[in-house]
């Protein structure tokens, strides 16, 4: 039996998951959980074999909880299932040592199937996705990309330097590289294209 927990935070969509996976005769649904934050704890207590998670959600994002249970050595397979049709989200949850990345227009069939996959040590990734992903690379740099994030969230050059520990200077340069990387003209623009690529 392969235990599986579901972290997704529209409670529709999650207890029609654990609909779904309960009626397959080799999964078990042992934890369905609202926020990335109790995804984490209920893993560390209740190990399971496979964490179905999406990307966005309070307190902890999917790719953030894959990070800290891979940090953590934490045998749990994750697999991110997701509205996000980016291939830049794809490259951040594979860096992130997801094991899988399907989208939730995919059938319920995929999924167990990918739950299985993942669990016998396999990857599971929608393909058309993962053909684009490795076609245009992310060109941004882990500080250009945290700087621009936080410009995209509204703070201040002064704000973001006191932020990362920088100085005002290396903030405007990695904000100015990554406009030119981006080929727009500011940082708001900037920011709209890498979130849409999914860089972000």
């Known amino acids: 039996m392969i235990r599986v927990l579901i972290a997704e935070d529209q409670a529709m969509v ?9 009626i397959e005769g080799d999964l078990q649904v042992i934890a369905q959980v609202a926020d990335g934050r109790a ?12 964490v179905v998670t999406d990307i966005e959600m309070p307190l902890m994002t999917g790719l953030d909880l894959a990070v800290e249970l891979q940090r953590r050595r934490s045998p749990a397979r994750v697999i991110i299932l997701t509205t996000f049709a980016r291939p830049g989200f794809l490259r951040r949850a594979l860096d992130a040592h997801a094991a899988g990345y399907l989208l939730k227009d995919a059938p319920a069939s995929q999924l167990a199937e990918a739950i299985r996959r993942v669990h016998a040590g396999g990857r599971a990734v929608d393909p058309a996705l993962a053909t684009e992903a490795w076609t245009e690379s992310d060109p941004l740099t882990d500080r250009e990309r945290q700087a621009l994030r936080l410009a995209d969230e509204g703070a201040s050059t002064q704000s973001i330097a006191e932020l990362l520990n920088l100085s ?15 080929g727009v003209k500011t940082r708001v623009e900037a920011a709209r294209l890498a979130r849409a690529k999914g860089w972000l």
């Open 14 to 22: 999650r207890g029609a998951l654990g609909a779904l996976l309960g």
């Open 39 to 50: 995804a984490l704890e209920e893993t560390l207590s209740k190990r399971p074999d496979v």
């Open 168 to 182: 005002e200077g290396t903030v405007r340069n990695y904000l100015s590289e990554a406009i030119s990387k981006l």
